[in-house]
């Protein structure tokens, strides 16, 4: 079974500052997804970033990039320029290649990120 | 606007008692979820469905129960057997197939044993 783990219960930035937001995941399958989700007081589920496995290219969305190590089994969030609007439990995620698992995602337990004025 | 309604936003339940959450998508999707929500955890899933009339046992289904009979209903029976029902619900749903379909997910629905 896939498991997925997320160590830093809380984090803090300053405005403005870049904060990164780990994630390790263990599994031996070759094809699968990782996500990271957004989830603010609002408790929507947003997705902000998706990182195929096969692809060795690190996926960008704005001010959000990942740093994915496939061998170390590491998917870390990077936000640059933190907002105020960043602030919220951050969610790492993993979705099996093989559409026969149902392509359920597993999570972590969530990183609250705080942004300080 | 498509999208995926869970209703009701916030539920009371007696100590004993059964009740369904509901959740609706119009977005055409195969594959729907229930994840359930604790502090301090990450989502867990309960049940799942791939297809119409067909559905499958997640992590903790012990004490839940589902129905698939129409595409765009997913809802989600908490029976009195679950021992700890206080949590905050989420449902999910996903296109099949193709290698870049997201899950889009619920609002909630926030469930209180009193």
């Known amino acids: 079974a896939q498991t997925v783990t997320q160590s830093q219960p809380e984090m803090s930035v300053q405005e403005a500052e870049t904060v990164t937001l780990s994630c390790t995941y263990d599994?031996?399958?070759?094809?699968?997804?990782l996500f990271w989700y957004k989830q603010p007081p609002s408790r929507q589920m947003i997705l902000v970033i998706r990182?195929?496995?096969?692809?060795?290219q690190n996926a960008t969305e704005n001010r959000f990039s990942v740093n994915f190590q496939k061998a170390a089994k590491s998917f870390s969030l990077k936000i640059s320029d933190s907002q105020l609007g960043d602030a919220a439990m951050y969610f790492c995620?993993?979705?099996?290649?093989?559409?026969?698992?149902?392509?359920?995602?597993?999570f972590g337990e969530g990183t609250q990120l705080t942004v300080n004025p | 606007d498509g999208g995926i309604t869970q209703s009701p936003k916030y539920l009371f339940r007696k100590e004993g008692q059964n009740v369904t959450l509901s959740c609706e998508q119009n977005?055409?999707?195969?594959?729907m979820y229930w994840y359930r929500q604790d502090p301090g955890q990450g989502l867990r899933l309960i049940y799942y469905?791939?297809?119409?009339?067909?559905?499958q046992k997640g992590d903790i289904a012990e004490g839940y129960s589902v129905s698939r009979e129409k595409k765009e209903s997913f809802p989600l029976t908490v029976t009195s057997a679950q021992k700890n029902p206080t949590a905050f619900y989420l449902c999910?749903?996903?296109?099949?197939?193709?290698?870049?379909?997201?899950?889009?997910f619920g609002q909630g629905t926030r469930l209180t044993v009193v």
């Open positions: 999910a749903s996903r296109r099949s197939g193709g290698i870049n379909t997201e899950a889009f």
């Open positions: 995620a993993y979705r099996s290649g093989q559409e026969t698992s149902g392509s359920r995602l597993t």
């Open positions: 469905s791939q297809i119409v009339n067909d559905f």
């Open positions: 977005l055409n999707h195969d594959a």
């Open positions: 990182q195929e496995a096969y692809k060795q």
């Open positions: 599994t031996s399958e070759s094809d699968y997804y």
